[in-house]
């Protein structure tokens, strides 16, 4: 996984592209687009009243989170998954990602990337002052998050491990912004999102540091706020839970 840097908005298409992903997840994560649901260029291009080359772009990014699935002869459908699936997904990304942040602190991250990932904190402490973030304030959380993320994964020195995570991330809701969206106009949800950036400067003071077994667990740790959200949604222990679990079929 090349950690280049993430724009602020997804290219291409910029703006149109961010919010026409955000709007097609929260319609699937709604449950108002259903599991199985065919979803087509053109008429999300009409429902969304944005041109179809961001639209392209916000369907390929829904695939590769897991939402949408592409199929044969065109287009793209929502996926169903079990509530395993879901929950066993994040806790491979977890472990994954605490392997690359015990290795980044054992064999010491390369200090261009280390100065990279402070500046991309930075940007997301800048975000959090605000209280309550926005479209446009959410959307660049969105891209700052996933920078720092494959910034981590860089930062470990091994191919093989970015390639390992970069299909995990691509397993259905284990991306980690894919359950963040939702949350975002709910006063729980910015406190949910400062507790997770201080987890991201945590790992990377023990990633300078050297202190391997520090980062591992931390970063560990790091995804369970995922599975949380997910329990949270499944079982509706939150005002603010996924409607979107229509998506997850339950396993007795």
Same mark, same amino acid.
């Given at each position: 996984?090349?950690? +280049?840097?993430?724009?602020?908005?997804?290219?291409?298409?910029?703006?149109?592209?961010?919010?026409?992903?955000?709007?097609?997840?929260?319609? %699937?994560?709604?449950?108002?687009?259903? =599991?199985?649901?065919?979803?087509?260029?053109?008429?999300?291009?009409?429902?969304? =009243?944005? @041109?179809?080359?961001?639209?392209? @772009?916000?369907?390929?990014?829904?695939?590769?989170? #897991?939402?949408?699935?592409?199929?044969?002869? =065109?287009?793209?459908?929502?996926?169903?998954? @079990?509530?395993?699936?879901? @929950?066993?997904?994040?806790?491979?990304?977890?472990?994954?990602?605490?392997?690359?942040?015990?290795? +980044?602190?054992?064999?010491?991250?390369?200090?261009?990337?280390?100065?990279? &990932?402070? &500046?991309?904190?930075?940007?997301?402490?800048?975000? $959090?002052?605000?209280?309550?973030?926005?479209d446009a304030g959410f959307s660049r959380y969105v891209a700052s998050n996933e920078q720092f993320h494959a910034l981590l994964s860089e930062m470990s020195g091994?191919?093989?491990?970015?390639?390992?995570?970069?299909?995990?991330?691509?397993?259905?809701?284990?991306?980690?912004?894919a359950f963040v969206v939702v949350q975002a106009n709910s006063p729980a949800a910015r406190d949910m999102l400062v507790i997770a950036q201080d987890q991201h400067?945590?790992?990377?003071?023990?990633?300078?540091?050297?202190? =391997?077994?520090?980062?591992?667990?931390?970063?560990?740790?790091?995804?369970?706020? &995922?599975?949380?959200?997910?329990?949270?949604?499944? !079982? #509706?222990?939150?005002? !603010?839970? $996924?409607?979107?679990?229509?998506? %997850?079929?339950?396993?007795?």
């Amino acid at each position: 996984m090349n950690a +280049a840097p993430v724009p602020d908005v997804v290219e291409p298409g910029g703006s149109q592209a961010v919010k026409a992903q955000l709007r097609l997840r929260e319609l %699937i994560l709604a449950g108002e687009l259903a =599991g199985g649901t065919r979803i087509a260029e053109v008429a999300v291009s009409e429902m969304l =009243g944005v @041109s179809r080359t961001p639209v392209r @772009s916000a369907l390929m990014r829904l695939e590769q989170e #897991g939402l949408l699935e592409a199929l044969p002869n =065109g287009g793209y459908a929502v996926r169903t998954f @079990s509530e395993r699936d879901v @929950s066993d997904a994040i806790e491979l990304r977890g472990t994954l990602e605490g392997l690359a942040a015990r290795l +980044a602190a054992e064999r010491g991250a390369p200090p261009v990337v280390l100065r990279e &990932a402070r &500046a991309c904190l930075a940007r997301i402490d800048e975000l $959090l002052r605000e209280s309550a973030l926005d479209d446009a304030g959410f959307s660049r959380y969105v891209a700052s998050n996933e920078q720092f993320h494959a910034l981590l994964s860089e930062m470990s020195g091994s191919p093989l491990i970015a390639q390992q995570l970069e299909r995990a991330v691509n397993l259905p809701f284990a991306s980690p912004s894919a359950f963040v969206v939702v949350q975002a106009n709910s006063p729980a949800a910015r406190d949910m999102l400062v507790i997770a950036q201080d987890q991201h400067t945590q790992v990377l003071d023990a990633i300078e540091a050297r202190e =391997g077994a520090r980062a591992e667990a931390l970063m560990r740790e790091h995804s369970r706020i &995922a599975r949380r959200n997910l329990r949270e949604a499944l !079982h #509706g222990t939150v005002d !603010h839970s $996924l409607p979107g679990v229509q998506l %997850i079929r339950r396993r007795s």
